[in-house]
């Protein structure tokens, strides 16, 4: 009974939608949705999945350099030099296979990352929502989505409430498009038809249920083949520098080159063709034909990095974009705090005002008045505020909270039960459940006819009820909000006009809980007789003040110091907070945001959006010079990053909702939450927090800035190498030496060395005060003038060595004196992969084998050296000589001086440093330690 997935569910009922694919309203069970499974397969994408191996190696063959190799040989073959014609097609398989094993690494790091980003969805299996990942949905499965939601598979809408959906990402419409349910025409446009969800779009607005039609490759995004969720490779600043510096090296071989050409043909008079041949070999080891590969493994790496840290890169240039940001603009709810939030303090319309005990999330605690023993119980205002806590909520307790006291043995305190929600929600519901399970009794008399989402552009909730036959709307939200729209006020006896000086009370404790760093939120209903049953926020209006609570959510551990980190790296950090301003300015207060001692002139502390509603001028003042802002909406947020842009800023911004997307996606590194995110953040961002937590964001920069030391690094062990190298060419032939290397030795050089030993080079990991440094500006080159006496000192080195040692050799033979310089050559440059680690700490504090990839790559390489001169027949087609391991010995310490070289010159210039600074350490070591955890923890000592 296969089900037609391809039946133009649009153009019938919902009702015979759900009959065609065998599926009833409470959705499949659980046995059938696996039998589906099994029959039409996961729900997934089948891009290019997986790395092909043998694609992959034969992707190496398409370079430019294979051509220029191969033009060789066949130069070689012309002049019959046989031998060598053999050694140069070895080179071009030796050179692909290496450059097999650094792309797979790479191609490989990209695909773990991807495998790390999962969408979920909820479903009703067994008649209960259930929350499943989407590959593992079917057709005839019946989804809940809500606002913010990313649609994981074709569907037909059961029934939608003022459902909107974003369909960009496959129609191109990128205006919001209404939903609803009827039936249409059959040949309706796919953006027409407003009865089906898209696979890969999203829920702008409202909620729905709808069944599955189809998934996988039968959906319409799985048809036009595009994966979503790719990690896309775009050119960024970065690439066009290293780009640049690629060129720039590429130009200086071809010159140098050409000078070894005119050399050898013209001034010295040698064959042509071993003279072409040696020209062309120059040319292919001088070229940092490895540069482009290696970038991509640091890349690479640096994103592996930065996903053990918990940031999860989605845009693979996001990774070396981190380590340049300068301004982070981030949320304070759940990035700086904990996000549990507990309740602590009641202020009630008639003037009580009641404390509550307890922490986290756990039920136990009590309600308390604080002048009076009095029972509080009794006091219909409290009952009021508790019934829409409990009401006007979206949030779930599990109970799962028994079964863990169980498992945790005799404890005698209360453990927290499992939630889900938004935190705001579950803390009012955990003071309802804390007032006496006041929600339950309620239960049977209370009916839930509707129900609006929190939205952070209006600032509150609101809930359509029918309490003992009457209609009644309840409100929470922002306490001003509430406020505002507040015309009378709930005292013991009933409502009753609020009258100027109530309101003058309740903003002066508004202010007083929000001094003290707490969440104020107000409670509010309405009497709704005769309402319609569609609830709207035009309905929220002429509401009877209850209330209002105040919610503590203490900033999380290492915040503090992942701040003070930002600020010695030349990072600012600002708030963007949609809560109350002095909330914002105090939790800002508390991690170091703003320190009290520096007060900036004449500014505030914090602003609100309509204190920004300045001109440019003003505005860009003041966005320079405070750090809060709250009562954001996305929109000035947006204004907010775009001015610090304008100012020549690299800006991470992070996000959670749906109208974040826009700034999360034009911001340079977009980071929206993993928890707490909507996937419309989620596949907007360019980064995703599996945390949530500010400190990670610092971390990744922290890997971010030692990807961009690498690449640095690296491509100055090749400038290096490839410069000392065509100069002791360009010099032996000046002086009227014979050529010290052959074609095929020079080939063989650049495979043992650079070819391996780059390999090595991007594994490092950071050294010295990296957050210490002000961040790499945009127009930064990757050379700048302070390394280069550096870079020359170690190439006058090896040149010199080099030269002498085919001078002292020369006189007993070429063969021997050749052999002689490719050892030394060979070395020098090995050693100095050593001296590259790090530009200015001495290799003995780095630890001379901390990093395991040099190591291995340095035996390869002396391997690799060893066998090519010691094995006869090897040794018979380069055309080496056995050396006296007296003078192998001699001429491995001698080469080894690069390093004593560099080592003076770092002590000279840079004095004793450590290798890397305590902070730096700690930084990397403050792994994030779940809050959970933590407060649970908390408790149980307790
Ligand atoms: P942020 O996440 O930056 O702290 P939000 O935009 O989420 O700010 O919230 C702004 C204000 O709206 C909060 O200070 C609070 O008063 C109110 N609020 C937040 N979440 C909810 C909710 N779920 N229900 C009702 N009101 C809320
Ligand atoms: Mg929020």
Request: charged share 25%.
């Amino acid at each position: 009974m296969a089900l037609d997935q391809k039946y133009p569910f649009h153009s019938i009922s919902a009702e015979e939608t759900l009959e065609k694919l065998k599926a009833g309203k409470e959705g499949l069970t659980q046995e059938e949705a696996q039998q589906r499974l099994q029959e039409v397969g996961p729900n997934e994408l089948t891009g290019k999945e997986g790395i092909n191996p043998f694609i992959l190696f034969l992707k190496q063959f398409k370079d430019f350099l294979i051509l220029i190799l191969l033009l060789a040989a066949g130069v070689a073959w012309y002049a019959d030099h046989m031998v060598d014609v053999y050694v140069i097609l070895g080179v071009i398989m030796f050179n692909a296979v290496l450059g097999f094993f650094q792309e797979y690494r790479a191609e490989k790091a990209i695909l773990a990352l991807k495998s790390m980003i999962k969408q979920e969805a909820t479903v009703l299996r067994d008649g209960k929502a259930k929350t499943v990942e989407a590959r593992e949905l079917v057709p005839g499965d019946v989804i809940t989505l809500e606002e913010g939601n990313g649609i994981p598979a074709d569907a037909r809408i059961l029934s939608s409430k003022s459902l909107q959906t974003e369909e960009a990402s496959l129609t191109g419409e990128s205006l919001p498009i209404e939903k609803s349910t009827e039936p249409l025409e059959e040949n309706t446009n796919l953006g027409d038809r407003t009865n089906m969800l898209w696979k890969g779009t999203h829920v702008a607005r409202g909620a729905a249920t709808a069944v599955i039609t189809g998934t996988g490759a039968n959906t319409e995004i799985g048809k036009i083949s595009k994966s979503l969720g790719d990690i896309k490779t775009t050119s960024t600043n970065f690439r066009k520098k290293t780009e640049r510096l690629g060129k720039q090296m590429a130009v200086i071989s071809i010159v140098t080159s050409i000078i070894v050409f005119i050399l050898g043909y013209y001034v010295r008079d040698f064959a042509f063709e071993e003279v072409l041949l040696v020209t062309v070999a120059t040319l292919v080891s001088s070229i940092p034909e490895g540069l482009p590969a290696v970038i991509s493994i640091v890349l690479a790496i640096g994103a592996k990095r930065m996903a053990k840290q918990n940031a999860i890169i989605r845009e693979f240039t996001a990774t070396e974009m981190l380590g340049s940001v300068s301004v982070i603009l981030t949320d304070k709810t759940g990035t700086l705090t904990r996000s549990i939030l507990t309740v602590k303090e009641v202020y009630l319309g008639d003037g009580t005002a009641l404390e509550v005990s307890g922490s986290g999330y756990s039920l136990e605690g009590e309600i308390g008045n604080k002048q009076e023993e009095e029972n509080t119980s009794g006091n219909p205002v409290l009952a009021k505020l508790l019934l829409v806590a409990g009401t006007c909520n979206n949030a779930r307790l599990g109970d799962g909270a028994n079964e863990q006291k169980k498992n945790k043995g005799s404890e005698e305190e209360s453990e927290e039960p499992e939630v889900s929600g938004d935190p705001t929600e579950v803390a009012l519901l955990v003071l309802a459940k804390k007032g006496g399970g006041v929600a339950d009794e309620h239960d049977e008399v209370v009916e839930v006819l509707d129900d609006l989402p929190f939205n952070s552009e209006q600032k509150f909730r609101a809930t359509l009820i029918e309490n003992k036959g009457k209609r009644e709307i309840l409100t929470i939200g922002a306490p001003e909000k509430v406020l505002q729209l507040s015309t009378k006020v709930l005292i013991k006896e009933g409502p009753q006009e609020l009258s100027e000086e109530s309101r003058g009370q309740i903003e002066a404790r508004m202010d007083e809980w929000a001094d003290k760093a707490m969440r104020v939120l107000a409670l509010g209903y309405r009497e709704a007789e005769g309402a319609s049953n569609d609830l709207k926020a035009d309905d929220v209006h002429d509401l009877v003040w209850i209330g209002m609570t105040g919610i503590v959510d203490p900033p999380r551990q290492g915040v503090k110091e992942a701040i003070a980190a930002c600020k010695s790296a030349g990072i600012r950090v600002m708030m963007v907070t949609g809560d109350h301003k002095k909330t914002g300015a105090a939790i800002a207060r508390e991690v170091g945001i703003l320190e009290t001692a520096e007060k900036t002139g004449d500014y505030p502390d914090a602003l609100e959006e309509n204190e920004l509603d300045v001109d440019d001028k003003r505005f860009d003042e003041l966005v320079d010079n405070v750090s809060v802002f709250a009562r954001v909406s996305p929109d000035t947020k947006l204004r907010i990053a775009e001015h610090m842009r304008d100012k020549g800023h690299l800006i991470a911004m992070t996000g959670d909702g749906v109208n974040d997307a826009p700034a999360l996606k034009r911001a340079d590194v977009g980071i929206a939450m993993g928890i707490r995110g909507t996937d419309v953040a989620k596949d907007a961002a360019h980064i995703v927090l599996s945390d949530d937590n500010f400190s990670t964001i610092v971390r990744a920069i922290r890997e971010g800035r030692i990807v961009f030391q690498n690449v640095r690094q690296t491509s100055f062990f090749l400038l290096t190498t490839n410069f000392a190298f065509v100069a002791v060419f360009i010099i032996a032939m000046a002086i009227g030496w014979p050529f010290p290397l052959t074609a095929t030795q020079i080939l063989w050089v650049n495979l043992v060395t650079d070819g391996v030993m780059e390999l090595g080079l991007a594994a490092e990991r950071g050294h010295g005060e990296i957050m210490k440094q002000k961040p790499v500006v945009r127009e930064v080159n990757i050379l700048d003038k302070s390394v280069i006496p550096y870079l020359l000192l170690m190439s006058v080195v090896m040149v010199g060595l080099s030269l002498a040692t085919f001078a002292y050799y020369l006189p007993k033979g070429d063969t021997i004196a050749r052999t002689g310089v490719f050892l030394v050559i060979a070395m020098t440059q090995v050693f100095n992969t050593f001296n590259m680690r790090s530009l200015n700490r001495s290799l003995f504090t780095i630890g001379p084998f901390s990093n395991k990839y040099i190591n291995i790559c340095f035996l390869v390489s002396l391997g690799l050296q060893l066998i090519v001169i010691y094995t006869p027949l090897l040794s018979g087609i380069f055309r080496f000589e056995e050396l006296p391991i007296l003078d192998l010995i001699v001429i491995l310490v001698l080469s080894s001086s690069v390093i004593w070289f560099a080592e003076i010159y770092k002590r000279i210039r840079f004095g004793k440093l450590e290798d890397v600074s305590p902070e730096e350490k700690q930084l990397e070591r403050t792994r994030e330690v779940k809050d959970r955890q933590e407060i649970e923890e908390a408790i149980s000592e307790r």
